[in-house]
């Protein structure tokens, strides 16, 4: 018997703490797991007892990279248990700042974490010796999703101008437009990453993922739709635990998500752009066309095209908003606490996010529950690293683990927002 064991001790070009381990006996992979060992942060047990208000600052702090999404998740979630509906001008600011995120985030992932495996480069500083022109083309795009936070925001990194009910503050129309003409080179630049991103040199490989998005009401879903799937599910965010189960593993801090009597399902650029693709802007449908994605996209190593073209969808949208633009006459609607459970779910950059709290009557968090996008992807990204590595066996063991590592580095993993909840048993003994 032939054995072989590929070990990654520290996974590189991702958002926090990560390894790989990969077994094969005799030709065929045993073992592929995708080991996720940072310590958890108990965000939910820290939201008990603190008042509905302070949520979205609180999960803010989950995630550097997407802290837009896990305030805006909390703040739709809340406003579901208080009953209320934020619409109008808010609403479109909210998509806005949410579209600042995407740009931001998509644009680190395609030129700092996921290009250089396509390029043969160690990392971003190393291919930045050879293509400072691309690298500073990336910079300057995430440059202006971070301006679109900062105004709305109140800075980059963890806003604080986001609150239930709306904002703290909302910008004037002259106030957003420097921003348009941002967004103008911006949508060039996030253009040239299409056809950018399309000429690199892809495995040919295919899954038969079970895709699972928000859809929008004619619109590409950002923070708000139905929960729908490649394979029939259409419901809404409070059907969520009827339909979805988490599990623990003994290698991952993070909780495996699955699809109740189905299994591993995706979440993420693939599954948003198969699930909505025609509600895209017409530039952003034509350039997908012309980096010949079709319809539906079911090789994850092409993802970063998928999100390259998520980062020209988000330009348009922004300057769609900025142009029909009205200043809401108060920047937030007034609310009362009451007791009640809300539900909602977004999408992060990487993937949906669904968030649920229950409120006593005085406003007090009782219960919290937070499942991020990386959760709901480990066991489809370690069905992919089972399915493609016995492709790649014959491979010298550095090319196969650098090709194991890009599997993972596909979906952008965020291991930080995952490792939210650990199961402790003590055994005493005695």
């Given at each position: 018997?032939t ?9 590189a ?7 790989l ?17 940072e310590?958890p942060?108990f ?7 603190r ?17 837009v999404?896990?305030q ?12 209320v509906v934020?619409?109008?001008p808010?609403?479109?600011l909210?998509r806005?700042?949410?579209?600042g995120?995407w ?14 495996d396509?390029?043969?480069?160690e990392?971003a ?13 990336g910079?300057d ?21 986001v ?7 909302t ?43 928000l ?14 799937s ?8 409070a059907?969520y ?16 998500a ?5 299994g591993?399902?995706?979440t993420g ?29 079911v090789n ?6 998928v999100?390259a ?6 330009c348009?949208e922004?300057?769609r ?15 009362e606490p009451?007791?009640?459970t ?11 996010l ?10 007090k ?5 937070i499942?991020p996008?990386?959760?709901q992807?480990?066991?489809s990204?370690?069905e ?5 590595a ?32 650990l ?8």
């Open positions: 018997m054995s072989r064991t590929i070990k990654v001790d520290q996974l070009r991702v958002e926090g703490e990560g390894a381990k990969l077994i094969a006996r005799d030709g065929v992979v045993q073992l592929a797991e995708f080991n996720i060992f310590p942060r965000f939910e047990a820290l939201l008990r007892d008042m509905y208000a302070e949520a979205p600052d609180i999960t803010a702090r989950i995630c550097g990279i997407c802290p999404a896990y805006m998740s909390a703040v739709h979630a809340m406003e579901n248990a208080l009953g934020v619409d109008g808010l609403r479109e909210r806005l700042i949410y579209c995120e740009i931001e985030s998509h644009t680190l992932h395609v030129y700092m974490l996921h290009a250089p396509f390029l043969g480069y990392g500083i190393e291919m930045a010796r050879d293509h400072a022109d691309i690298v500073r083309r910079l795009l995430k440059r202006v999703g971070n301006s679109i936070i900062t105004l709305l925001g109140g800075r980059e990194i963890h806003p604080i101008n609150r239930v009910g709306g904002f703290y503050r910008p004037r129309k002259r106030e957003l437009q420097p921003l348009a003409e941002e967004l103008k080179r911006a949508r060039d630049r996030a253009l040239a990453t299409v056809r950018w991103t399309a000429g690199f040199d892809f495995p040919d490989v295919e899954r038969d993922y079970e895709f699972v998005a859809r929008g009401d004619g619109e590409y879903p950002l923070s708000q739709g139905r929960i729908v490649s394979r029939g599910l259409d419901i809404s965010a059907e635990d009827e339909h979805f189960e988490e599990s623990h593993v003994q290698h991952s801090t993070a909780l495996h699955q699809i109740k009597a189905r591993a399902y995706l650029p693939l599954a948003r752009y198969a699930l909505n693709s025609a509600a895209l802007s017409p530039l952003a449908r034509e350039a997908a066309c012309e980096a010949g994605l079709g319809p539906v996209c994850p190593f092409r993802s970063i095209i999100r073209v998520e980062v020209l969808y988000a348009d922004a300057l908003i900025i142009d029909d633009y009205e200043e809401p006459e108060r920047p937030a609607i007034d609310l009451r007791a009640g809300g539900f909602a779910a977004t999408e992060a950059p990487r993937g949906m669904y968030h649920r709290y229950r409120l006593n009557a005085d406003g968090i009782a219960d919290a529950r499942v996008p990386t959760s992807n480990q066991p990204i370690e992919d690293l089972r399915t493609f016995n492709a790649w066996l014959d491979l010298p063991d550095d090319t196969l683990r650098h090709r194991c590592e890009q599997t993972i580095r596909n979906h952008d993993p965020c291991i930080s927002c995952a490792t939210h909840f199961r402790l048993e003590i055994d005493r003994g005695g």
